[in-house]
């Protein structure tokens, strides 16, 4: 994750969006290195500032561990030509943070989805027991979202019924 702190100014030629994504076939078409950038203000009210616009672009495709092994300053570079290719901003950040995360974000192999399907029904046979978190229906934060929130639900209809806790 490359993380930019823009002059407020720059957020005119922003999309309307809280972010892009940039599909593989087009990020081969125009040479870009990320794979998306989030508009952080305007996705999350707590993000944005009156004196700067904050972006963040994700890098490493799934086979692209050697993009991430350059130093930060040139995958900052990288981020601020994608970013002047797809929304023509050029200005130079206030500030940067680069956050490595090798490894972190889990990639699905075929048969993924009959996996959890066969986890999910050996759950759902244990009263009280639950699952979430991206290694179920995706990695970004909406879809922890929902599968914590959904595991939250299942545990507080226990609960509320007065059966007891698994294991307590």
């Known amino acids: 994750m490359v993380g930019l ?97 090798g490894g972190g974000l889990p990639q699905y192999a075929p048969g993924h989805l009959d996996a959890v399907a066969d986890l999910e029904n050996a759950v759902a046979a244990v009263p009280g027991l639950a699952v979430a978190g991206a290694i179920l229906g995706g990695v970004g934060i909406p879809a922890c979202i929902g599968t914590g929130n959904a595991a939250a639900v299942r545990i507080a209809a226990h609960l509320d019924a007065g059966l007891p806790v698994v294991g307590g």
Request: proline residues 3%; positive net charge; hydrophobic residues 45%.
């Open 5 to 101: 702190a823009l002059p407020v100014g720059a957020a005119q030629a922003l999309p309307a969006s809280s972010g892009v994504l940039v599909a593989a076939s087009e990020a081969r078409e125009k040479s870009l290195s990320a794979k998306a950038f989030t508009f952080s203000g305007r996705k999350w009210a707590h993000a944005s500032s009156r004196d700067v616009v904050l972006l963040r672009a994700s890098l490493g495709r799934y086979g692209e561990a050697r993009l991430l092994q350059r130093d930060d300053g040139e995958l900052v570079e990288m981020v601020r030509a994608d970013l002047a290719a797809l929304t023509g901003i050029t200005a130079r950040p206030v500030d940067t943070v680069v956050t490595r995360w």
